[in-house]
């Protein structure tokens, strides 16, 4: 187990010096540099005395030793200057942390608040109207983009019946601390989270709906059965006990999904996250940002998997092979 | 006494043959079988008709003239859909978007079908090593958050055009199918006309693309009709988002990032709430074939 677990974390460190080594190498295709827009329309500084800073700075280095010096940078949470908003990367990237987390939360909490009862009842009573009911939404959420969902929420939620908030995270007006403000915020919160959340329970009941259908015809299914165990304990005590715990495994590609997910929901909801951050840092051409976000991304990404596959290692052993 | 087993052996093949349709058979007869997948499939050659034929009904031209006194119209009898902000016929584009992302979601699937394909058969029919390597880099490719690195890529490649985003986005579209192809490919090799055809010397190539890929071409069908729908939804999404066609070939997407101001998607709904059911029906059209195509490959699952 303690080798399993060794071996994947192992696994991950040339993963990530990989990650950084590409969007290192994508930061540098990005037209501009640090220098960009720093000295931009400002007539003292001539182009010799930039051509100087520039050396200083050690631009002109080979790539590596520029790689070395920046992902030594990154790894202290140094992401460089916002050219934009004229402040350091990570300044900017802390205010909007908060809000993506809070909104992948919440999305994944309300995703198998949903998700997990109704793939038990699918799987539970296989063949009834319920089922097919399920089946079919589940088929819509499997269908259904979720920028289009994410709109058509809006449109409906927002627009025609007006009982959300559309946009920001919060009404301005309001004071921090304040109940009002704690009831606006939770208030945008809802379309997002359930824009997200609703088709995003598909992989869940899929999976639950299969291996219940699996497990039911088992042999310890059927002893629990002839021993007398009542039908509901035999889901709970048995089989659910079997079928929940993997989910717990699939958290990791929930999370990457979350992430993709994310840049459409908060560019749709105008929501102040790192998603509507990196969409419009990239329209603007704030390539540190983008640098910055890209990276942060894809790491958070590896070790989510990482840490699903030891879940999954932990909750069947048979998947600890190699 | 000789002729009559001729003629038996004959009609045993044709019996052998009844027995054994083709996937094009059986997937018509699944397809025939499910009422949703039948619907699905006629509503679907509706839209790809009408929207491939419009060169025939639509004046293209005025497709792309701008007339500002005719901008945000309601729709009406002359346009249907009404008017965008360029006095444009929303109708019209919405004939030329459903073209531009049906082609491109195609050309995606396509072209990543290939890549994963080739890579899948490389990995799976080698085993061993080379395929311990080839996998570690697919885990790697997979994990990395893909829009992300598309919207990246489309931003720095100089002299970005269609042919770019399609590459681009196939490049990233092709993973799922190389894991897909290379663990069937693997239990493949193992088989008897596969050692037959090494031992007689074919050369490995040959044994990948023409006795390993028609038994797995099945598979590589069932696949491709389930991507082509996430594929139009990758690129109507990017092209919402503005990192997708470029501006001068509009597609269902474009007309969607109008749903950018409160008062567009409140009072001018006709510009993009079409575009946005468009894709809808599309993906669930797609989707049910697609469902029925994987039913017909799979002889269990069967309904007909």
Request: charged fraction near 15%; hydrophobic fraction near 50%.
């Amino acid at each position: 187990m303690l080798q399993f677990i060794l071996r994947r974390t192992l696994i991950m460190i040339p993963q990530i010096i990989l990650v950084s080594i590409i969007v290192f190498l994508l930061a540098k295709a990005m037209p501009g540099d640090a220098l960009t827009g720093a000295f931009q329309g400002n007539p003292d500084v001539s182009q010799e005395q930039i051509q100087k800073i520039r050396e200083k700075l050690g631009l002109n280095d080979p790539w590596y030793q520029q790689y070395g010096r920046w992902l030594g940078n990154a790894v202290q949470g140094d992401f460089g200057q916002s050219y934009v908003h004229k402040q350091p990367v990570t300044h900017l990237l802390a205010g909007k942390v908060e809000n993506t987390l809070l909104l992948s939360f919440f999305t994944l909490v309300v995703t198998y608040i949903i998700a997990i009862p109704l793939g038990i009842i699918s799987g539970r009573w296989t063949d009834t109207w319920a089922d097919k009911i399920i089946v079919t939404y589940n088929y819509f959420a499997f269908a259904t983009p979720v920028f289009v969902f994410a709109l058509l929420m809006m449109y409906l939620f927002s627009f025609v019946l007006g009982w959300l908030p559309y946009g920001s995270s919060v009404d301005i007006k309001l004071e921090e601390g304040t109940w009002d403000y704690f009831v606006s915020r939770a208030k945008h919160l809802v379309l997002p989270v359930l824009s997200g959340a609703l088709i995003a329970t598909y992989s869940t009941i899929q999976y639950l709906r299969n291996d219940i259908i699996d497990q039911k015809l088992k042999d310890y299914v059927k002893t629990a059965r002839a021993k007398g165990v009542p039908e509901g304990k035999v889901y709970i005590r048995h089989i659910l006990r079997n079928s929940l715990l993997p989910i717990a495994a699939f958290l990791g590609m929930e999370i990457t999904l979350m992430i993709t997910g994310s840049i459409f929901i908060e560019s749709i909801f105008s929501y102040p996250g790192l998603g509507f951050l990196f969409i419009q840092s990239i329209s603007t051409r704030d390539y540190s940002v983008v640098t910055a976000l890209v990276l942060i991304s894809s790491t958070a990404v590896i070790i989510g998997t990482m840490l699903s596959d030891i879940i999954l290692s932990i909750v069947d052993p048979r998947i600890r092979i190699e | 006494m000789k002729d009559t087993v001729i003629v038996d052996e004959k009609q045993l093949i044709a019996k052998e043959k009844a027995n054994n349709p083709s996937l094009l058979r059986t997937i018509w007869r699944e397809i025939t079988h499910d009422k949703m997948a039948l619907g699905s499939l006629i509503i679907l050659i509706i839209i790809l008709l009408s929207a491939y034929l419009s060169p025939l009904y639509i004046d293209q031209e005025a497709q792309h003239r701008v007339n500002f006194l005719n901008v945000w119209k309601a729709p009406s009898a002359e346009h249907w859909l009404g008017t965008d902000d360029g006095g444009r016929d929303v109708f019209g584009q919405l004939m030329l978007g459903t073209r531009n992302s049906f082609t491109i979601g195609f050309m995606v699937t396509l072209i990543a079908g290939l890549l994963g394909l080739t890579y899948g058969l490389i990995a799976g029919f080698y085993g061993g090593k080379i395929d311990n390597i080839m996998m570690r880099i697919l885990d790697f490719l997979m994990v990395l958050p893909s829009t992300m690195f598309i919207i990246v890529f489309v931003v720095i490649v100089p002299n970005y055009t269609v042919v770019t985003f399609v590459l681009i986005m196939s490049a990233f579209a092709w993973f799922g199918k190389a894991r897909l192809i290379r663990s069937r490919a693997l239990q493949e090799r193992e088989l008897d006309y596969i050692n037959a055809s090494r031992t007689l010397g074919t050369p490995s190539l040959k044994i990948m693309f023409f006795e390993m890929f028609p038994n797995l071409s099945s598979l590589v069908i069932v696949n491709m009709t389930l991507t082509l729908a996430g594929n139009i939804g990758v690129e109507t999404g990017l092209t919402f988002l503005g990192f997708g066609l470029p501006s001068g070939t509009p597609s269902l997407g474009t007309l969607i990032s109008f749903a950018r101001t409160p008062d567009i998607v409140q009072n001018k709904w006709w510009v993009w709430l079409p575009a946005a059911l468009l894709i809808l029906v599309m993906m669930l059209c797609i989707n049910y074939i697609g469902q029925a195509v994987k039913r017909a490959s799979d002889a269990r699952q069967r309904l007909a």
